[in-house]
């Protein structure tokens, strides 16, 4: 009952957020800059992220927040947090830069260290994608609301794989035992190629380079809602504010149990800076 009653309003506030940011995007009127990790922020981001605060705030005055754009807490500070937003008020700062249109909005509830609710909201497209643990993941553009499944490969069939537009292909290839017998998907944002995974679009989607931990929150939820499941390099479980630092090892979103992802897969431990 807890999650239901937040769902409607954090779709929501993702929805606001991302028409903000939609409408800056439009008028290319915007400033861009690095922070001190060399990732791009610009002023669309900014604004969205304080959106979402006001937000969220007003909706639960008693949770706190953390945000890529904000300044992180130490550990001893928050490890004893029962729940917490984790929000990236724009996943996809390059691609906004680089003007694809694969930006997103991504809103998490993390509840003793696990994503318990999730919202992706796609401006370009007007698409939300989200769920909350144990009642399903659904896309929805407009009204139209579909529950979403990951793909059902199958033994043979070409192993449909998202990628970045900034990576080289070279360097997916090397994670792969059997290369020639993959397609590749390029499509920008963390969190849409997550998503592309959830319902199917693709069977995986292997991330080299550094992310944070509200990269993966919100579609966390929504991939194991859908029957995949994100995992890091080495087949092991992520996990959520258990650091100093937020940062994510390399990790890859895998469809079906039943497919054997370790015989497709090499597991590696180095965490690669490729982007």
Not at 141 to 160: D, Y
Request: aromatic share 8%; glycine share 6%; net charge negative.
């Amino acid at each position: 009952m807890f999650l239901s009653r937040l769902l409607e309003p954090v779709k929501e506030a993702a929805r606001a957020a991302g028409d903000t940011l939609w409408s800056i995007y439009q008028s290319g009127d915007y400033e861009a800059k690095h922070k001190a990790d060399e990732s791009p922020v610009t002023s669309a981001d900014l604004a969205a992220n304080a959106l979402i605060l006001h937000a969220l705030t007003e909706l639960a005055p008693d949770i706190p927040i953390v945000s890529e754009e904000m300044h992180l807490l130490p550990l001893r500070q928050r490890q004893d947090w029962p729940r917490y937003w984790l929000i990236d008020p724009m996943d996809g700062t390059q691609e906004f830069i680089a003007r694809s249109g694969d930006f997103a909005v991504s809103i998490a509830l993390v509840e003793h260290g696990w994503p318990v609710l999730g919202v992706i909201y796609w401006p370009k497209e007007q698409i939300w994608y989200y769920a909350t643990r144990g009642h399903g993941a659904f896309k929805q553009q407009q009204h139209l609301i579909n529950r979403i499944q990951v793909n059902q490969h199958q033994s043979g069939e070409l192993l449909k794989i998202a990628v970045s537009r900034r990576q080289p292909i070279e360097h997916i290839h090397q994670l792969l035992n059997k290369p020639a017998c993959s397609e590749f998907i390029a499509l920008g944002s963390c969190s849409l190629k997550s998503c592309l995974v959830a319902e199917g679009g693709a069977d995986c989607y292997l991330r080299l380079g550094p992310t944070g931990e509200w990269d993966t929150a919100a579609v966390h939820v929504i991939v194991e809602e859908a029957g995949g499941k994100i995992l890091d390099s080495q087949f092991a479980p992520l996990s959520y504010n258990q650091r100093e630092t937020l940062s994510n090892p390399d990790f890859m979103v895998i469809g079906r149990s039943e497919v054997p992802w370790t015989e497709l897969i090499r597991a590696h431990s180095a965490t690669r800076n490729l982007d």
